[in-house]
């Protein structure tokens, strides 16, 4: 599937979808696309969108099911306890 992903506008496309994700869902969104189809640990992500916070996974966990219900089960994948990567042609502007 092909997801295209614009920072500057906050603009996420995936197939011929465009979908719309909250500020912080971008930001994960992001971080996984970035990886670009390599593992992103879950670690990485808690610190980089909440640097100065203490969180606890599950929210990331929410924020996770929410992308996966706007863009589709398929776009971001879970490799159990270690964190996410996205598979897929994935073009980045911006990240």
């Known amino acids: 599937m092909r997801v295209h992903i614009r920072v500057k506008n ?6 011929r979808r465009s979908i719309h994700l909250t500020r912080r869902e971008f930001q994960i ?8 189809g390599n593992l992103v640990r879950r670690e990485d992500i808690l610190r ?3 640097p100065h ?8 966990d929410q924020h996770i099911s929410s992308i996966r219900r706007k863009a589709g089960p398929r776009v971001v994948r879970t ?5 996410y990567l ?10």
């Not at 906050?10 to 197939?15: E, F, L, P, R």
């Not at 916070?53 to 990331?60: I, K, N, P, S």
């Open 10 to 15: 906050h603009k996420v496309t995936v197939g």
């Open 29 to 36: 969104f992001c971080l996984i696309a970035a990886g670009r």
């Open 48 to 50: 980089a969108v909440w």
């Open 53 to 60: 916070t203490a969180v606890c996974a599950v929210a990331l």
């Open 79 to 83: 490799l159990h306890t270690l964190g």
């Open 86 to 95: 996205m598979p897929g042609d994935i073009s980045l502007n911006g990240c």
